[in-house]
């Protein structure tokens, strides 16, 4: 990433900062690696993320290590050991096989396993109200790197995480996430975005949901692909998320979680989709959206971009209550989201949505070394009221000063030679008409100031 393209991504992340804040999230910083367990457990050992796209490292060399291990062991437990320095149970074999695991490390794919584990390590479920946290940051996953699909790639996401409330009170916190969400794409410029929304039940209602599924996709097997066949028994979730051409029309009819969740969820669906109207929020529902995750429940929801091809999901998120749990914490429900940064800043470069760039101030002309302390005085002065400066190491001539001021983009150019410093008036010229002036140091900085850019 480079200038100036830069400057679109602080354009960006300042947006967030500033509209999150509005809705009193604060930022959290978590690890860029942590245990391979925690994504094992956090994100699910069946997702993709966690079965193909993590970049996993052992934490340690392992194999010498593993002789140490086995052979401090020995000394202290000889009898767990046969002669051979083998474990005399398959149990302890595999409790050791557990820990040469635990002793492997990920770079993070996603980070709401780690601000969950967070939440748990610094107790912040003893925190007032709901924790509501942001973070922006790079994620790893092993992809095949093609437009909006990258190996180190940018998301900017939130999560509130609470232990109190009902339904309706969580289907107010989906809203007000979502509700966020919009206004920082709103910030942003980014247009024709589209919100999908779906519940996919809880663990009373899925599973039922799942076998209906499961005997539908049976009796159409025939016509289904070779990976939809196997998923028939694997997840059938997922063929609802099947692109390809010949299935379409069969998904279509299949049933429809929303006709077969459990009053909870209905509820709690029908609480969030009234609050998105009352909040102004259009959506459209989308049944098959399903997150790959075992943990989410009920609220789903994606948003897309133009001008991305078929990489159009800028956003996906949704709740995951019993997340915490899983990982050792205490009871605590979870909404959030993650944004692709990446995609959002290619679909605004698509709308040709590009930041203004603070131009360069001032370009100091400075001429004959023994003028050179009092550039670097000017040029300091300069900064601290808050202009940009360009002030050369090496003396240059006149003409060639001036030329090097015109292409950087400056919109002054202070020249301070010998009449100058004696004076202690010095000449400003501005670039754009050529207009000069001789002012001392005070009125210079108002003049400058004065003349500045919004
Ligand atoms: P996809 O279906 O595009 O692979 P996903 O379900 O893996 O997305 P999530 O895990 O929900 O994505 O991540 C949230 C968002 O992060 C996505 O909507 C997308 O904008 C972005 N994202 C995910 N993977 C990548 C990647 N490899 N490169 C760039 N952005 C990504
Ligand atoms: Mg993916």
């Not at 584990?117 to 007032?128: F, K």
């Not at 009053?263 to 098959?288: H, W």
């Amino acid at each position: 990433m480079l200038p100036p393209e830069t400057a679109l991504w602080n354009f960006v992340e300042s947006a967030v900062r500033d509209v999150f804040r509005a809705y009193n999230f604060q930022e959290i910083r978590t690890p860029i690696f942590e245990a391979t367990e925690l994504f094992a457990r956090g994100v699910g050992e069946d997702t993709d993320i966690v079965s193909k796209e993590m970049f996993t490292f052992p934490l340690r060399p392992t194999r010498p290590e593993l002789v140490d291990e086995i052979f401090e062991m020995s000394e202290m437990k000889p009898d767990l050991f046969t002669p051979g320095g083998e474990f005399v149970s398959s149990e302890d074999k595999m409790e050791f096989e557990k820990r040469k695991r635990s002793e492997s490390i990920s770079l993070r794919p996603e980070a709401t396993a780690s601000v969950c584990r967070a939440y748990i390590e610094h107790g912040m479920h003893t925190l007032p109200g709901n924790v509501k946290l942001y973070y922006m940051g790079p994620m790893f996953r092993r992809e095949r790197p093609q437009k909006g699909r990258y190996r180190q790639f940018y998301q900017i996401g939130a999560e509130v995480l609470s232990h109190t409330g009902d339904l309706k009170d969580d289907a107010r916190v989906d809203a007000e996430v979502i509700e966020m969400l919009t206004t920082f794409f709103e910030k942003a410029g980014l247009e024709g975005t589209a919100l999908y929304l779906n519940s996919i039940g809880c663990k009373e209602c899925r599973p039922k949901y799942v076998e209906l599924l499961r005997a539908a996709l049976t009796k159409v097997k025939d016509k289904l692909g070779p990976d939809s066949q196997r998923r028939i028994e694997t997840n059938p979730l997922r063929v609802l998320d099947s692109k390809l051409e010949s299935e379409q029309a069969i998904i279509e009819k299949l049933p429809r979680i929303a006709e077969h969740l459990c009053p909870d969820c209905l509820e709690e669906y029908t609480e969030v989709k009234k609050q998105l109207a009352m909040r102004g929020i259009s959506y459209a529902q989308n049944f098959r959206l399903v997150r790959g995750l075992d943990y989410y429940m009920r609220t789903t929801f994606e948003i897309t971009a133009p001008g991305l091809g078929s990489q159009n999901a800028v956003c996906g998120g949704g709740r995951y209550d019993g997340l915490v749990e899983l990982l050792g914490g205490p009871p605590t429900k979870g909404i959030g989201f993650a944004i692709g940064t990446d995609r959002v800043i290619l679909s605004l470069q698509d709308m040709r949505k590009l930041p203004v760039e603070r131009a360069l101030d001032v370009y100091v002309a400075w001429m004959g070394e023994k003028n050179y302390p009092a550039a670097v005085k000017i040029a300091r002065r300069l900064r601290e009221a808050g202009l940009a400066v360009e002030l050369p190491p090496g003396e240059m001539k006149f003409g060639k000063a001036l030329g090097l001021a015109d292409k950087l983009g400056a919109r002054y150019a202070l020249i301070i030679g010998d009449d100058e410093v004696a004076s202690g008036q010095f000449t400003v010229k501005r670039l754009e008409d050529g207009e000069q002036k001789k002012l001392g140091e005070r009125e210079l900085v108002a003049y400058l100031k004065a003349g500045e850019a919004p």
